[in-house]
């Protein structure tokens, strides 16, 4: 099972940039996604955006066009550029590497955007 640490949240204005990143301790080629999610206090987790290994990449339509997922391969690490945040991103915002036979996730980093 690969290890995944994410890190770079924080409290951040409305309208204000953060950028979150994923630091795997395996190769990110080896799995079929990264990805982030996000979940709420008193909410369903939800997608935020995904990358595969070949570079597509998929975005809640609540982020698109504000959040970036990207990767650096030849760092194992996932980043979630947060652009024009709202109040509405606040939560814990997890990494998750998908594999056949399941999905293996981070421990979380809080993104708290404040009105």
């Known amino acids: 099972q690969v290890q995944l640490v994410e890190s770079g949240g924080g409290l951040v204005q409305a309208g204000g940039s953060l950028i979150l990143t994923c630091v795997a301790s395996?190769?990110?080629?080896?799995?079929?996604?990264m990805g982030w999610y996000r979940q709420a206090p008193g909410k369903e987790r939800e997608l935020v955006a995904t990358?595969?290994?070949?570079?597509?990449?998929n975005y809640a339509d609540s982020v698109k066009g504000r959040f970036t997922i990207s990767r650096d391969n030849a760092k194992n690490t996932v980043y979630l550029h947060m652009n024009l945040l709202k109040p509405e991103d606040t939560g814990v915002y997890s990494c998750?590497?998908?594999?056949?036979?399941?999905?293996?996730w981070g421990q979380g980093t809080q993104v708290t955007v404040s009105s």
């Open positions: 998750t590497a998908t594999r056949v036979g399941g999905n293996d």
């Open positions: 395996g190769s990110i080629s080896a799995f079929l996604n």
């Open positions: 990358i595969s290994t070949f570079g597509r990449t």
